[in-house]
């Protein structure tokens, strides 16, 4: 069985947990198949990899329309394959169309939802149109439909009701903890201005507003004044975003010391000693359907703290293995309360720092969850599984 997997992301240019999704996806998999990999941007040099590019002719276009011009290129390189997987709406037309062409089937993983991201029309205006038609018009008539959580088999039997839930079944994503585990070393810190010596908080993810780092930014005001505050955060949205939270940055740096802000997309073995030796990790989000970002923390035995939304409390066992923060959303994702939901989570933020023994355990039990529940091998196994059922072989 030939299949071939759909993404825009793929190392070395990934972005998000779609793109370490497919990337770990991929690698289990060729134990089982034969797999062949179709991404966006640079030409890769991998084996069964194959990378496209934007159509010159649509080289000033909207960047939703740029996507659809990738995704038929995409779809005509399918020729041969058995199944079809694509990931993220940036890949799903192109999944779409391969199955009309060949007749082969069809299977989407949704990492996310494009009704439950409406500040994307902020970043693609009325490509926001084009890219919520792309995922509604695959969604509709494929084969399998996986989701990342059950969060986010809720939230697309919510967003499209008329899918049969039968259709829908969850696979969650998972973690490498061979490659996710504590370093000792803190040659990194230094390098990026840490103090190994004193306590910080981290946060490792897009500016976007889904990660919300605003909010975080926010409740940082009352962290604990000797705690540091380390921001791996890049790849803005938006030049409207870039600007809020650089001044954000600028304000908190002006009122206390030790916030640092690594803005570029940094190797993995530096983001592992990062999380490591970090007091709490934390991850703010106002939308996150799984976030593999909680599971690379807590396979480094870093205590979390982060929003009781999506996906996220069926990785982050409250109490255990770190602190949920409650939200109480409005329609497009943002807290109602803006200055309730940053105090609460400055408040558990500030609970872990005030009792680094208790972090260290939860820290502990955290690495114990992503290894007992969380592994790629079986990811893949029930993947393939799946494809097993679509073809019959």
Known sequence: MRVDLLS?????????????????????????TDVRVRCFGAPRREEGVRAYSVPGGLA?????????????????????????????????????????????????????LEPLRPWKAEQ????????????????????????????????????YPEIAPERVQVIHNGIDTEEYAPSRGTEV????????????????????????????????????????????????DTPEIAAEVTALVEELSAKREGVIWISEMLPRPEVVQILTH????????????????????????????ATATGGIPEVVADGSTGLLVPIDQARDGEPRD?????ADLAERVNALLGDRARAEEMG??????????????????RTHELYATLTGS
């Open 124 to 159: 693609l205006g009325g490509g926001y149109v084009l890219s919520s038609w792309a995922e509604r018009t695959a969604l509709q008539s494929a084969d399998a439909i996986v989701a990342v959580s059950e969060g986010m088999r809720r939230d697309v039997l919510t967003a």
């Open 278 to 305: 970090a007091t709490v990790f934390v991850c703010p989000s106002v939308y996150e359907p799984m976030g593999i970002v909680n599971l690379e923390a807590m396979a480094c035995e870093t205590a979390v703290v």
């Open 8 to 32: 825009r992301e793929y190392p070395p240019e990934v972005y998000g947990g779609a793109g370490v999704h497919v990337e770990y996806l991929a690698r289990e998999l060729r134990h089982l």
């Open 364 to 381: 502990r039990a955290g690495r114990r969850r992503a290894i007992d529940h969380f592994s790629w091998r079986r990811i893949a196994e």
């Open 60 to 112: 000033e276009a909207n960047a939703a329309l740029q996507v659809l011009g990738v995704d038929l290129e995409m779809a005509a390189g399918c020729a041969g394959a058995d199944v079809v997987h694509s990931h993220t709406w940036y890949a799903n037309f192109a999944g779409h169309v391969a199955k009309m062409l060949y007749g082969v089937p069809h299977v989407m993983t949704t990492h996310s």
């Open 338 to 342: 803006p200055g309730r939901f940053a």
């Open 189 to 236: 810190l230094s390098r990026h201005g840490i103090d190994p010596a004193r306590p910080y908080v981290v946060f490792v993810g897009r500016i976007t507003r889904q990660k919300g780092l605003v909010h975080l930014l926010h409740a940082a005001r009352s962290f604990d004044p000797d705690a540091q505050l380390v921001l791996c955060a890049g790849a803005p």
